[in-house]
């Protein structure tokens, strides 16, 4: 269960910020060292060029790291809470509203996010939960209401998919059943942004809460109790419709610890073995000794690589050469290998999920793309400048972006170019 007080305190978030403190505190420690790392042989400038956007991108891991709490303290109390899977530039932008105190706008800007489309393909998604599949009928009938504005037949639907699947779910995780709408149903776990107590804990409540009174009054909260029992009369909204089907998304990364049995914290590794420990030690010494040879490479797009190009085009085994798959794919509409070659959030070691690049590059058609630069940042990244031209809705667009990929092993730890069974992969998809 989750024990942190703050979103920003999961075990995840906490590895990424400390990863980053730590970077920085290196950077900043190199005048001392500069001279002692000389003496033993190692080129300083590696070094300055892999720590030339420290500050950077520990910035970038705070912000993300620190944005559900911020969101979830200004829009749980409207109904609102961020969870996995929320587009975060959405999330971001109805947080600046609201921080400037136009909650009003901050709404709408959410409302409009769930439009019958986006909400569609969160739906899919929800495939993923074992137990609510036989409830996805009824879900996709409340689709269809939403889509033509019967609120008054979505939302009950809704609550009910809702109560129906914790209370199944509760009976695999606590051994007895509870609803959502149960007194004391903990819907915490481990390592999540959702299923938090600064996210469902504040969520769930709120909309759990006493409606004694038949009201005619029109709402802006999905109150479970007031609805199902005919109390609060004033539901058939959009508003509140769009605000259940959120509340339903944000289930799912709880559902599926429950479902997986991950929604406890895991017991500590065992101690490694002298066998273990050797092999460990000779396997650092290795990366150290790759880490010393390391320096950026000198590549300028038209002189030393294609421009353009198909992936064979460019070396393998290099990110240039995974980009431009990424990129081929894109042009191909392949959103299942683009997925492939993508990482799920910043912070995660899980490869993307085919929904989410669809959802987030199937309404721009990818014309052309041009590498205009490449920087190895450090020995495990490198950002590639691209000049990409797209169709988006109807309108040919041209645009400048930075593609930052990472390379990975196969168990998800970053490793140090040329390590044998590693990828390249790309960190900042979502940010296009």
Excluded at 373 to 380: E, I, L
Aim: charged fraction near 30%; hydrophobic fraction near 40%.
């Amino acid at each position: 269960m989750a024990k942190e007080q703050r979103i920003q305190d999961i075990p995840s978030f906490k590895k990424a910020q400390s990863d980053a403190k730590d970077l920085v505190a290196l950077k900043n420690a190199m005048p001392v060292l500069r001279g002692l790392i000389k003496l033993i042989g190692i080129d300083v400038d590696q070094f300055d060029n892999a720590f030339k956007d420290a500050e950077r991108i520990k910035e970038s891991i705070e912000e993300i790291t620190t944005l559900p709490d911020r969101f979830n303290d200004h829009l749980v109390a409207h109904g609102w809470i961020i969870y996995e899977g929320m587009n975060l530039n959405v999330a971001k932008t109805a947080l600046e509203k609201a921080d400037s105190g136009d909650v009003e706008g901050a709404e709408a800007h959410l409302v409009e996010y769930y439009n019958p489309e986006t909400v569609q393909h969160k739906l899919r998604r929800m495939k993923d939960i074992e137990e609510f599949r036989p409830r996805m009928t009824l879900a996709q009938k409340a689709l269809t209401d939403y889509r033509e504005g019967r609120y008054h037949a979505c939302v009950p639907v809704l609550l009910a998919l809702m109560d129906g699947m914790v209370n199944e779910l509760y009976l695999k995780a606590n051994g007895k059943k509870k609803g959502l709408s149960a007194e004391g149903v903990n819907l915490e776990a481990w390592n999540s942004v959702s299923a938090h107590s600064n996210g469902l804990g504040r969520l769930v409540p709120l909309m759990m809460k006493g409606r004694n009174k038949t009201t005619t009054q029109q709402i802006d909260i999905p109150y479970r109790h007031g609805i199902m029992h005919g109390m609060d009369l004033g539901y058939d909204n959009k508003i509140v419709a769009t605000k259940t089907w959120a509340a339903l998304f944000s289930l799912r990364d709880w559902a599926i610890k429950v479902e997986k049995g991950t929604f406890e914290q895991p017991s500590a590794e065992k101690p490694l073995n002298i066998a273990d420990l050797v092999h460990q030690i000779q396997k650092n010494q290795e990366d150290q000794q790759l880490l010393q040879k390391w320096k950026p490479r000198d590549i300028k797009p038209g002189r030393d690589i294609p421009v353009s190009g198909k992936p064979e085009n460019y070396e393998e085994g290099s990110p240039e050469k995974l980009l431009a798959e990424f990129l081929g794919y894109w042009q191909d509409r392949n959103y299942g290998f683009m997925a492939k070659r993508a990482l799920a959030s910043i912070c995660s070691k899980d490869s993307a999920n085919p929904r989410d690049l669809n959802l987030a590059y199937s309404k721009r058609v990818l014309k052309a793309f041009e590498f205009e630069a490449v920087r190895d940042q450090a020995a495990a990244i490198t950002v590639i400048a691209t000049k990409l031209t797209y169709e988006e809705y109807g309108h040919e667009v041209e645009k400048s972006f930075e593609f930052r990929l990472i390379n990975l092993d196969s168990k998800g730890e970053i490793q140090v170019r040329g390590q044998p069974e590693c990828c390249w992969f790309i960190l900042n998809w979502g940010w296009l």
